[in-house]
């Protein structure tokens, strides 16, 4: 999948939202600057959030309402130390998680997660999807990405 430009992939991370269920969990996998906050505001757009967006950098995760609660972590900060943060509030609850530097947790953490691996090319952005589990591999179905 490719994005252009940012309201693209804004409209991209919006139908995405759309489709997403309780307890859907996201990793989103990228550099800096290849806008995973980008696509988590077209995420939030999907799920009926009219807040702003904010990067959670400096706070590890910040929380939106809407049609579904909208978990979004960063989790850069804490490395190899998930422990930190009590990762079992925002995890396959009652709302959506969406996880900035999600692979930095290890692989033993997470169960059913959809990765979106964002990489810049040329002026805009590729996209590349990988389904971890039964219900992130239904939900690439549904989107057509798989």
Do not use: C
């Not at 009926?48 to 590890?60: E, F, L, N, V, W």
């Amino acid at each position: 999948m490719y994005s252009q430009n940012e309201s693209e992939l804004i409209a991209l991370g919006q139908a995405i939202g759309s489709q997403l269920q309780a307890g859907d969990v996201l990793v989103l996998s990228g550099d800096l600057g290849t806008g995973k906050t980008t696509l988590t505001k077209g995420l939030a757009k999907g799920l009926g959030i009219s807040q702003m967006i904010k990067s959670p950098t400096y706070t590890i995760v910040r929380e939106y309402e809407g049609n579904l609660p909208l978990y979004h972590l960063d989790v850069y900060r804490i490395g190899d130390d998930p422990d930190s943060i009590d990762l079992d509030d925002f995890l396959y609850g009652d709302g959506v998680t969406v996880i900035e530097w999600g692979e930095l947790l290890g692989s033993g953490l997470l169960s059913d997660y959809l990765t979106i691996s964002l990489a810049k090319a040329g002026e805009g952005r590729e996209l590349t999807f990988t389904a971890h589990g039964d219900r992130s591999q239904q939900l690439l179905e549904e989107l057509g990405y798989d």
